[in-house]
């Protein structure tokens, strides 16, 4: 009878074992769903933004120098309006901004699709005119009226907006980073309160299943965010400035006409050995020397561009030449100093690019003889570098370039910059020597 009695206090006591086990895994559950539901939503929020950051760069960077020229053939006549690529150009143009709807949270960057919208259906507008006109004769002024005042003015508002839309939902992606790593600071405290519980009842329990649990998790998160960040600015650097593409494609064109056929030659060359570099068979790391061979092929069609005002020298060490770096490091710079510092001061300038060696590491520095920068706005450039979000004043070249070295190769690297009013800028890269740490930094290939 006693042995019995025994029996069933000890199933008893299993049985209150077990009930306050589970009773203890309860709060690790519920703490579990709240992870994992912040995770799924944090990740579809990510999806969404990063959706509509690749479905904008759908949008062609060669729409505006397309659309104007397929009018400019239709009217004067080397195209029939049968054969005209104008109403594809259209379709396209309005398929992506219709796809950008379903994307966007903000009321801004909606307004900015709407306002795209009303661009295209002016653009159709000025082609049904253009079409009207050339169904009777003597209107051939009239239509290259349209052309250089409507048309070409509006293709480049559509483009602009388009990069305004891409640039402000890129900022919003970085808010939402500073947003989810408030989230992470909660899920720490929450971990950490729900742990205390667990230590006072339970040692073992609080010492190996929260590490077991915790740790996969922030590492998975921590592992997120830097692939999205990376993500980010990859796709940032891809935006290739249609500007840049359209004024020199405009520069051959005229150099053609003139006769001069070495120029167009040289321009030409400079601007496929440009992109060639800037493509790069999808490699997001390169050498020194393809990495200067992209700013000499850019500095080569800007010299060109600008005889009168731009000269330049790269005198950087061979022994440099093997290191690696991230893909168009050094032409953000060099375009910096062209547009920000030659081009704003009176008569000529030149751009220098500069390397030598140290220790563990080297630098390489773009120095310019422009119009130079004040104290303040030296200082403020300066401290948007250091910002987890810059900006709008910053000069975005720099601190793309900056915050892509400092995520590939550590905190203890990147850009330094001098610079004093009417007397020039100096732009220093601080970078180290190949290592296995930038290897395992650097992004793997989709």
Do not use: C
């Not at 077991?212 to 796709?235: D, G, N, W």
């Amino acid at each position: 009878m006693r042995n019995r009695n025994s029996d069933k206090e000890q199933g008893g006591l299993a049985l209150k074992i077990r009930i306050s086990y589970l009773f203890l895994l309860i709060p690790i559950f519920i703490f579990l769903i709240y992870v994992f539901y912040n995770l799924w939503e944090t990740n579809s929020r990510y999806e969404k933004m990063l959706n509509s950051v690749v479905t904008a760069s759908e949008f062609s960077l060669d729409f505006k120098n397309d659309y104007d020229y397929e009018t400019y053939l239709l009217i004067v006549g080397n195209k029939t309006t049968e054969d005209s690529k104008l109403p594809a150009l259209l379709t396209d143009a309005r398929r992506v901004v219709e796809d950008l709807k379903q994307y966007t949270d903000t009321a801004d960057n909606n307004k900015r699709l709407e306002s795209a919208a009303k661009y295209l259906d002016n653009l159709e507008i000025y082609n049904e005119r253009i079409v009207s006109n050339l169904r009777t004769e003597g209107h051939y002024e009239e239509n290259m009226v349209i052309w250089e005042n409507d048309v070409q003015i509006v293709t480049g508002l559509v483009q602009d907006t388009i990069n305004e839309y891409i640039y402000y939902e890129n900022r919003e992606l970085q808010s939402a980073q500073e947003i989810n790593k408030e989230h992470m600071i909660n899920f720490i405290r929450i971990a950490a309160t729900t742990f205390m519980i667990i230590v006072t009842v339970l040692v073992v329990y609080s010492i190996f299943v929260p590490i077991s649990i915790t740790e996969p998790i922030e590492k998975q998160v921590r592992a997120e965010q830097r692939q999205l960040r990376k993500a980010e600015f990859e796709l940032l650097q891809a935006q290739i400035n249609p500007h840049f593409l359209y004024n020199t494609l405009d520069a051959i064109v005229w150099s053609a006409e003139a006769g001069n056929q070495k120029q167009v030659i040289d321009m030409v060359g400079s601007l496929s050995d440009f992109f060639r570099t800037s493509l790069n068979k999808g490699k997001e790391i390169v050498t020194v020397r393809e990495d200067l061979h992209h700013v000499r092929s850019y500095l080569e069609i800007q010299q060109i561009r600008y005889l009168d005002i731009l000269s330049y020298e790269i005198d950087v060490p061979e022994e440099l030449y093997d290191n690696k770096v991230p893909k168009i490091t050094l032409q953000p710079l060099v375009e910096n100093a062209l547009y920000h510092g030659i081009k704003n001061k009176r008569g000529g300038g030149k751009i220098v690019v500069l390397g030598w060696d140290d220790v563990d590491s080297y630098y390489i520095q773009v120095k310019d003889n422009g119009i130079g920068m004040t104290k303040e706005r030296l200082d403020e450039i300066r401290n948007a570098l250091k910002e987890a979000v810059p900006k709008e004043n910053v000069l975005y070249g720099l601190y793309n370039v900056n915050e892509r070295i400092r995520l590939n190769l550590g905190e203890g690297y990147g850009i330094e910059i001098e610079s004093k009013y009417e007397e020039g800028t100096k732009v220093t890269l601080h970078l180290p020597k190949n290592s296995t740490e930038f290897v395992e930094n650097q992004t793997s290939p989709k």
